[in-house]
Antibody, heavy 120, light 107 residues
Framework: QVQLQESGPGLVKPSQTLSLTCTVS??????????WSWIRQPAGKGLEWIGR???????NYNPSLKSRVTISVDTSKNQFSLKLNSVTAADTAVYYC????????????WGQGTLVTVSS | DIQMTQSPSSLSASVGDRVTITCQAS??????LNWYQQKPGKAPKLLIY???NLETGVPSRFSGSGSATYFTFTITSLQPEDIATYYC?????????FGGGTKVEIK
């Protein structure tokens, strides 16, 4: 059973960079069966897909965030990471990492989510 | 981007009732649609993939149907543990997009 766990600062100052890491256990991040995605959810609102990375290192980003987002993978640590720069209060949300099945893009496995607040 | 419009945004029903949620896509997405359940404070959980396929371990009272631009999600007999918000998600095109959610409550 694949498990994902997000980690990173819960508070980020405006204009700075939000950095989160997702550690994958119970499976290999080098699996060809999954993309590794980031999704966020502002309080009381819906889900927004941020982007994803494949084991090859290829990435796809949501155009709405593309200019500010970088997703990377560290296969030696079985982790993938999110960096979102120039954050504002609008980036305050619960951030989830998720395993996105390669063949039909269903999010099979999710982390528990981590709240990131952007505030001075 | 493909816009996913869910309705209603919320509903209240009695235990044992049949509940139906609709999801409309802004363009033809074939059957490239998934449904998730999210309980308060928890991550979403996959229920239905490929519009109508029940994820392993999910109770059979949950079902999905539809294709192209119109999809439905049904709970045939609402149970107290089904109180949650339900989301559709399209994967026909990037970016992957979700519907706005339907909050289901017990009357």
């Amino acid at each position: 059973q694949v498990q994902l766990q997000e980690s990173g600062p819960g508070l980020v100052k405006p204009s700075q960079t939000l950095s989160l890491t997702c550690t994958v256990s119970g499976g290999s991040i080098s699996s060809r069966s999954y993309y590794w995605s980031w999704i966020r959810q502002p309080a009381g609102k819906g889900l927004e897909w941020i982007g994803r990375i494949y084991t090859s290192g290829s990435t796809n980003y949501n155009p709405s965030l593309k200019s500010r987002v970088t997703i990377s993978v560290d296969t030696s640590k079985n982790q993938f990471s999110l960096k979102l720069n120039s954050v504002t209060a609008a980036d305050t949300a619960v951030y989830y990492c998720a395993a996105d099945y390669y063949y039909d893009n269903r999010f099979d496995y999710w982390g528990q989510g981590t709240l990131v607040t952007v505030s001075s | 981007d493909i816009q996913m419009t869910q309705s209603p945004s919320s509903l209240s029903a009695s235990v044992g009732d049949r509940v139906t949620i609709t999801c409309q896509a802004s363009q033809d997405i074939s059957n490239n649609l998934n449904w998730y359940q999210q309980k308060p404070g928890k991550a979403p959980k996959l229920l239905i993939y490929g519009a109508s396929n029940l994820e392993t371990g999910v109770p059979s009272r949950f079902s999905g149907s539809g294709s192209a631009t119109y999809f439905t999600f049904t709970i045939t007999s609402l149970q107290p543990e089904d109180i949650a918000t339900y989301y559709c998600q399209q994967y026909d095109n990037l970016p992957l997009t979700f519907g706005g959610g339907t909050k289901v409550e017990i009357k």
